[in-house]
């Protein structure tokens, strides 16, 4: 049997030759699964009269630009969208820590312009021995202060069999740095009809981060939000003094590659609130589609991450510098 024979057998469609003075090209199109195509290239390259074998395909149909050039805009309840031509700007504590805390801040960044809010009822702590969130009665106070202020708010799921609870409450779905390759975690929000923040790994590549993504998307949820926060490396940052390194020179990769929103959380990629600013504008130009940043009316007594949450008045003044920038960078 002869090579197109054998293409066309295998279920493409269409082999076109394409006849060179020695050599000639068989372009092969047809609808395969990537794991039928690399059987088929095994097969091909054993044989005598064939040089080279070559499967173009991206495996990650659901998250990647090629094959949906258009950006994607996430709807959220309440918000309009994440991804529109709006920069779209998260804002509250790393954690719900008390009624009178996350009702305060809430109306503070409310009053600023903030979009969503953020707080952690279930954290992820890098000791046990830390403050692990309010859990449920997180989520009911984060629900009051939506109700208060209007304000959707994004909250932290771990775990899948958490999944259910926190989509009964939350108006978005995040899942954390350490969990971006908890497949079983993104399987569930798979299958939920609420928007997902997936935050980048520690230690993910590009493709890693979209091939997460993937997991959601695959599973029919499209309403998947992307969010960079730094990545381990701090002594290559700043000599060790910020907390991350900062990733925003992906930005405009990750745009490139993919037509999912992109958000940058300067909190948690810079670790303090002196770089947080310049960060985020920098963010902004970069292309990312807003920010979600940690806001705290004591940082100094914060029981999470005080030392990058900005207080009420640093708040305010980044989002004046966010209002004066977006029709630089072209947005609203
Ligand atoms: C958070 O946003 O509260 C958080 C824990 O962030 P990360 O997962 O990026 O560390
Ligand atoms: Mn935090």
Redesign the pocket.
């Known amino acids: 049997m002869g090579i197109t024979q054998i293409a066309l057998k295998a279920g493409f469609e269409r082999v076109t030759p394409v006849r060179g003075d020695i050599n000639t090209v068989l372009n092969c199109i047809g609808k395969l699964s990537l794991y039928k195509k690399n059987s088929l290239k095994s097969r091909l390259e054993n044989l005598p009269e064939v040089e080279g074998v070559m499967v173009v395909d991206s495996p990650m149909r659901l998250s990647s630009r090629k094959y949906h050039p258009d950006n994607l805009a996430v709807r959220v309840n309440g918000s309009g969208e994440v991804g529109g031509k709006k920069i779209v700007v998260i804002a509250g504590p ?1 954690s719900v820590e008390s009624e009178a805390q996350i009702l305060c801040t809430a109306e503070s960044v409310k009053n600023d312009g903030a979009d969503i809010l ?1 707080g ?1 009822a279930f ?2 702590r890098t000791s046990p021995y830390d403050f692990q969130g309010l859990g449920e009665e997180g989520l009911k106070l984060l629900a009051k202060a939506r109700k208060i202020t209007g304000l959707p708010f994004a909250t ?1 799921v771990m775990s899948p069999e958490k999944v259910d609870l926190v989509a009964e409450y939350a108006d978005i779905l ?1 899942v ?3 969990n971006m390759q908890n497949f079983d975690l993104l399987k569930e929000l798979g299958k939920i009809n609420k928007p997902v923040i997936l ?1 980048r790994g520690l230690a993910a590549t590009i493709d890693e981060f979209l091939g997460a993504a993937e997991y959601i998307l695959a599973g029919g949820n499209n309403r998947v939000i992307l969010c960079l ?1 730094g990545v381990g490396g701090k002594l290559f940052a700043g000599g060790g003094l910020s907390r991350n390194l900062i990733d925003i020179g992906d930005i405009p990769l990750i745009k490139n590659r993919s037509h999912l929103p992109l958000l940058f ?1 300067p909190s ?1 990629a810079c670790g303090r609130i002196d770089m947080i600013e310049p960060m985020s504008l920098a963010a902004l130009c970069a292309g990312a589609d807003g920010l ?1 940043v940690e806001v705290h009316r004591d940082p100094d007594n914060a029981l999470c991450d005080g030392l990058q949450s900005l207080n009420h008045g640093q708040f305010a003044t980044l989002m004046n510098k966010v209002r004066a920038i977006a029709p630089i960078v072209g947005r609203e």
């Open positions: 790393c953020r952690g954290k992820p932290e995040q954390g740095a350490r935050k926060r959380d948690h979600m």
